[in-house]
């Protein structure tokens, strides 16, 4: 088997840009599925048609009943699992070192535009422009990619891929072989004569290595699933913080202060509003005078409810202004 070192160091820069549940997936696939395959899966399955021994002289038959019982070797499907299964990492990691790339131009450019003597209009939208582009990457402190945007929906997207390969080939798996290595194949096929006996090596260890890896499989299945129930509910917190900070603001074009902008009057009509004022016996005409004033003045502030909006005769000089005005001098 060839060297998994090229793809596991690509698969490592994916680390620095993976949730929590993607880099356990990682992790399984790193060790529990390369590691041991590599380690162990050479030993196992080297001498697997060697060793495939039927009980007939025909010419030929040993080759075409291995070739029913091994379709595929194990080793090779599962050299395909996995890198069928990394594919949708790798698109997001090309979409990541993409973006990353990206968010260094811009900020290259930026600097040279504000680097600039002379700023004009043109020069202005531009770093704008560039403002707005920059805040679509978003780019952490630490140099990591936020997965959100464009970026979330191609990680969801590989998320989703890998689980439907995943599930595709622990069926297919299940499919051919099953979950155990049947010490004696019988096969009957051209040219065999008859019904031909095969035994294969080491069936026992065959199928613990064969349940280890259907097992691995499966919960790499269950991280994919559990890693888009994480994305789900990160983005569901997201958009109700995002909901309460918008109802905690205030709206555009609003004061603390009620009625800041409102004006308030006094309708004074002609008519009085109230019975006339009493007469006091037993006063001087000025006390008289002085006292007619005070009530007046009491009732026009006890009068009719406060309104809102101008009055259509507030540029006008109400009739009921001059003759207070008119009575007042006459008091004085």
């Known amino acids: 088997m060839g060297d998994w070192g090229f793809l596991e160091k690509l698969l490592d820069q994916v680390q620095e840009h993976s949730t929590v549940v993607g880099k356990v997936w990682l992790t399984v696939l790193f060790i529990f599925r390369i590691l041991i ?5 050479e030993s196992v399955w080297g001498d697997e048609q060697l060793d495939f021994q039927c009980n007939t002289a025909q010419p030929g038959c040993t080759n075409v009943c ?8 194990h080793v090779r499907y599962w050299v395909l699992q996995f890198l069928f299964v990394s594919t949708p990492t790798l698109i997001y990691l090309g979409h990541v070192i993409y973006l990353s790339r990206r968010e260094e131009r811009l900020r290259q450019k930026k600097v040279e535009l504000r680097a600039l003597p002379h700023k004009d209009p043109e020069v202005e939208r531009t770093l ?3 403002e707005r582009q920059m805040a679509k990457i978003s780019v952490a402190e630490d140099g990591r990619m936020r997965i959100r945007g464009a970026l979330m929906g191609t990680y969801v997207a590989s998320v989703i891929c890998k689980s439907v390969l995943e599930a595709g080939f622990l069926y297919g798996q299940w499919h051919l072989y099953g979950w155990t290595m049947e010490p004696v194949f019988v096969c009957h096929r051209r040219p065999c004569p008859h019904l031909v006996d095969c035994f294969v090596s080491r069936p026992t260890e065959k199928t613990i290595f064969i349940i280890f890896m259907q097992v691995v499989g499966l919960i790499s299945l269950l991280l994919n699933l559990l890693e888009l129930v994480y994305l789900l509910c990160r983005y569901l917190i997201q958009r109700i913080r995002a909901g309460q900070g918008q109802d905690a603001s205030p709206p555009q074009g609003t004061t603390s202060e009620p009625y800041a902008d409102q004006v308030f009057y006094l309708p004074m009509g002609k008519e009085p509003s109230s019975e006339p004022c009493p007469t006091y016996s037993g006063l ?7 006292a007619n004033l005070t009530t007046e003045e009491r009732l026009a502030s006890s009068g009719p409810p406060l309104f809102l909006g101008l009055s259509p005769q507030s540029n ?15 008091y004085l």
């Open 37 to 41: 395959l590599g380690l162990a899966g």
């Open 66 to 73: 291995y070739d029913q019982a091994f379709p595929i070797s």
């Open 284 to 290: 001087s005409s000025t006390e008289q005078n002085w």
């Open 128 to 130: 704008a422009t560039i």
């Open 316 to 330: 006008r000089k109400s009739p009921s202004n001059s003759s207070s005005s008119a009575s007042k001098k006459q």
